[in-house]
């Protein structure tokens, strides 16, 4: 059973930076990809970061426009851990962020899309202030 378990959520102010967790367990794959989205009130969830291992020594990451340069995903194989790195925050980065993982075989298939992604976490709420 694939279970996903964030952490790192809180409050911050605009401009600062906070560090999400994804624990993965039950979900070991020669290749896999996870992702990093988010919902605010009223919004519907979407994709912010996801990223691929093929098995090899190299990840292969998206990151959608409206965080690119200000947030940057990665994950460390050894521990089936991702992590969101989310620098510069804005107050509109404010929302519930979900860790996700799908399975699949080519790091084309590993996209923002939401309905690619049959495992989900209980998600992490993120705070800015202004």
């Known amino acids: 059973q694939v279970q996903l378990v964030e952490s790192g959520g809180g409050s911050a102010q605009a401009g600062g930076s906070l560090r999400l967790s994804c624990a993965a367990s039950g979900y070991t794959y020669s290749s896999n990809c996870m992702g990093w989205f988010r919902q605010a009130p009223g919004k519907e969830r979407e994709g912010v970061a996801v990223i691929f291992h093929s098995g090899g020594p190299i990840n292969y990451a998206t990151t959608a426009d409206s965080v690119k340069g200000r947030f940057t995903i990665s994950q460390d194989n050894a521990k089936n851990t991702v992590y969101l790195q989310m620098n510069s925050l804005k107050v509109e980065d404010a929302a519930m962020y979900y860790c996700?993982?799908?399975?699949?075989?080519?790091?084309?298939?590993?996209?923002?899309?939401?309905?690619?992604?049959?495992?989900w976490g209980q998600g992490t709420q993120v705070t800015v202030s202004s």
């Open positions: 996700a993982a799908a399975i699949v075989n080519s790091r084309y298939s590993c996209g923002l899309g939401i309905d690619k992604f049959p495992y």
